[in-house]
């Protein structure tokens, strides 16, 4: 079992940046691959990024790539989501999300947080 629970988000101008981050529970956090995830307002919800549970290979969705980071420090059981040159399209409530596997599908992940409000204003 896995428990996630995130932070960090809140209210931005356009242009802004914000840390997201993703308390896990559970020794075996490290054998877990960790994603993010996106829902906005009315819309499906969407991969974000990746990690694998070395930490040694991310992936991004091609809307943040080269404005998100995504990192792991698997000894406080926490990942990070460093978003910067907010958009308002990046409005979202953002999941953390625990899987066996390096995927993007949602379907794959086993575990996830309950998500946190993020607000780009323009």
């Known amino acids: 079992q896995v428990q996630l629970v995130e932070s960090g988000g809140g209210l931005v101008q356009a242009g802004g940046s914000l840390r997201l981050s993703c308390a896990a529970s559970?020794?075996?956090?490290?054998?877990?691959?960790m994603g993010w995830f996106r829902q906005a307002p009315g819309k499906e919800r969407e991969f974000v990024a990746y990690?694998?549970?070395?930490?040694?290979?991310?992936y991004y969705a091609d809307v943040v790539k080269g404005r998100f980071t995504i990192s792991r420090d698997n000894a406080k059981n926490t990942v990070l989501l460093q978003m910067n040159s907010l958009k308002p399209e990046d409005t979202a409530v953002y999941y953390c999300?625990?899987?066996?596997?390096?995927?993007?599908?949602?379907?794959?992940?086993?575990?996830w947080g309950q998500g946190t409000q993020v607000t780009v204003s323009s």
């Open positions: 559970g020794r075996t956090f490290s054998s877990y691959a």
């Open positions: 999300a625990a899987s066996r596997y390096s995927t993007s599908r949602a379907d794959d992940y086993d575990y």
């Open positions: 990690i694998s549970w070395s930490g040694l290979s991310t």
